[in-house]
């Protein structure tokens, strides 16, 4: 998403054995709606210039992109004004970039019993507890945009604890968290504590599974150095 655009933007894909078949979609959330504007580079003296040039710090050249991913960055850049870096990193492999991005998608946009909200404030819960440069970036942006408080992105980013959150938000990262720093001790109280608060059992997957997801992502990206998007930094301020 461009700062400043009067919608927020998630894309998907659907994919099918044939290689050239390709549905892209869109869900969009209203937001205050202000004149499109091009992204704005950093200026030299920024601590994040040059993040949108050295992705990562290993020196993988970009593979060309299959149709499916050309057809997908090509949205990215109409839909949100730029492409997602995590995306440029791992373009250097065309099946690790469709994989991830299947698996992305998926369980942060497909259906579920969790909002696309409670998804992004796991994945941020999780990342805090690695501090992950980059997911606390991106997702922290994500949360403070889907839920129009800023300072809810910034709670999660610093100790979920602290917000104001329900019964049922504080199981879901409870959850999530433990099942970042400790997941051996996971039992079924455990599970039975998400139950009691009214989650289902496809719920509790979904929790686990986003929870998962963002503790390899974040090991990828911290082993990386992957940088955000520095458009990321101001999104979704006020």
């Known amino acids: 998403m461009q700062a400043g ?51 990562i710090a290993l020196d993988l050249p970009a593979a060309e992109l299959s ?6 960055f090509q949205k990215c ?34 259906p579920s019993g969790l909002s696309k909200l409670e998804r992004e404030m796991i994945a941020v819960a999780v990342s805090s507890q690695n501090h992950c440069y980059y997911c606390l970036v991106a997702h922290g942006a994500a949360v403070r945009v889907l839920s129009g408080d800023p300072s809810l992105g910034e709670q999660m980013a610093m100790n979920y604890r602290a917000a104001r959150l329900s019964q049922r938000q504080q199981a879901m990262l409870d959850f ?9 001790k996971i039992g079924d109280a455990d599970r039975e504590g998400l139950r009691h608060v009214g989650f289902s059992e496809r719920d509790i997957f979904d929790i686990s599974a986003v929870a998962g997801f963002f503790n390899m992502s974040n090991r990828v990206a911290s082993a990386t150095d992957m940088r955000p998007n520095a458009i990321y930094h101001g999104q979704g301020r006020t």
Do not use: H
Request: a negative charge; proline letters at 9%; one cysteine or more.
């Open 176 to 184: 999530a968290v433990k099942l970042t720093e400790e997941p051996w």
């Open 67 to 72: 149709p499916a991913m050309q057809a997908y």
């Open 77 to 110: 850049e109409e839909k949100l004004g730029f492409v997602p870096n995590v995306l440029k990193a791992y373009a250097f492999d065309m099946a690790k970039l469709e994989a991830f991005v299947a698996m992305y998608n998926d369980l942060m946009l497909g």
């Open 5 to 55: 655009l009067g919608e927020y933007c998630y894309l998907w894909i659907e994919y099918s054995r044939d290689p050239g078949s390709l549905v892209v979609a869109t869900t969009r959330r209203a937001l205050k709606t202000q004149p499109k504007q091009d992204p704005k580079p950093e200026p030299a003296s920024s601590p994040v210039a040059g993040d949108d040039k050295d992705v």
